[in-house]
């Protein structure tokens, strides 16, 4: 004896749309907190900036970002070099970061011409 269907089962449909719904927030929540994880350093007075940087970030292991784009080390003055050197440069290093790194990497970004280049710190 069959039986015809003569409704929707809604369930899974259900289902389906709440995990669409989780990965959704869970993704929206990774967008608006950055997508390089810096830990920075604190410090007591910070200024706030109004215009636009190029943002160069180095990671506690080390890895060099140029506007969250990923760079081997050599590859900093070519991913600079079409920038104008009126524009400011703001280093987001981890607080872990050697400072003979981020030293190094401040210096060859004002050898490049660069002459506002300033650290990104959290407020105390």
């Known amino acids: 004896m069959e039986r015809e269907v003569d409704q929707i089962n809604v369930i899974p449909l259900v289902d389906i749309m709440l995990v669409?719904?989780?990965?959704?927030?869970?993704?929206?929540?990774?967008?608006?907190?950055?997508q390089?994880?810096?830990?920075l350093a604190k410090a007591?007075?910070?200024s706030e900036r109004h215009d636009r940087p190029i943002i160069v970030t180095v990671t506690a292991e080390g890895g060099l970002f140029v506007d969250d784009h990923p760079?081997?080390?050599?590859?900093?003055?070519?991913?600079l070099q079409d920038r104008g050197r009126e524009s400011p440069v703001l280093v987001r290093a981890d607080k872990v970061t050697k400072l003979e790194r981020f030293v190094g990497i401040v210096d060859r970004v004002r050898t490049?011409?660069?002459?506002?280049?300033?650290l990104e710190v959290v407020r105390t």
């Open 20 to 34: 669409l719904l989780v990965i959704v927030l869970t993704t929206a929540t990774f967008i608006t907190t950055g």
């Open 36 to 39: 390089i994880p810096v830990n």
């Open 44 to 46: 007591g007075s910070a």
């Open 71 to 79: 760079l081997v080390d050599a590859a900093l003055e070519t991913a």
């Open 112 to 118: 490049m011409g660069f002459q506002q280049v300033s």
